[in-house]
């Protein structure tokens, strides 16, 4: 009996160590801007909005007189934005910090590789 009672808790501890699913992290359904850290003018301060609902975005600077906008995913813990024009790709560091480390090949949007953006909170 203590036989079964042993195996039986080694499956289930087998399989909440192997989880049932994506390691991948997701967004509550709150509207998420993000904004790039460090030195820029405040009204040209790159801006991430992420639209967990629809799994859309607006990506660009200020209050978006360029922007770009698709729609997002979340793979292998990275946040990729893809519109028609590019795809920029965000290691997520956490669920209020994400960092660029693709910014894609549009010519007028080009924020640096490796900047950090964070949460700003509503």
Not at 30 to 41: H, I
Not at 46 to 52: D, E, N, R, S
Request: net charge negative.
């Amino acid at each position: 009996m203590k036989r079964m009672v042993v195996s039986v808790l080694c499956v289930v501890l087998l399989f909440s160590l192997l989880g049932c699913g994506s390691d991948d992290m997701e967004f509550d359904s709150t509207d998420r801007p993000y904004y790039m850290v460090g030195d820029s003018e405040k009204s040209l301060t790159p801006c991430l909005w992420l639209y967990p609902d629809d799994q859309t975005f607006y990506f660009g600077a200020g209050s978006f007189s360029y922007a770009e906008h698709g729609t997002y995913e979340i793979k292998d813990n990275q946040l990729i934005v893809t519109s028609q024009t590019t795809t920029f790709v965000f290691d997520i560091i956490d669920e209020n910090t994400l960092v660029l480390v693709d910014n894609g090949d549009n010519a007028f949007f080009k924020p640096p590789k490796g900047a950090e953006f964070v949460y700003s909170g509503n």
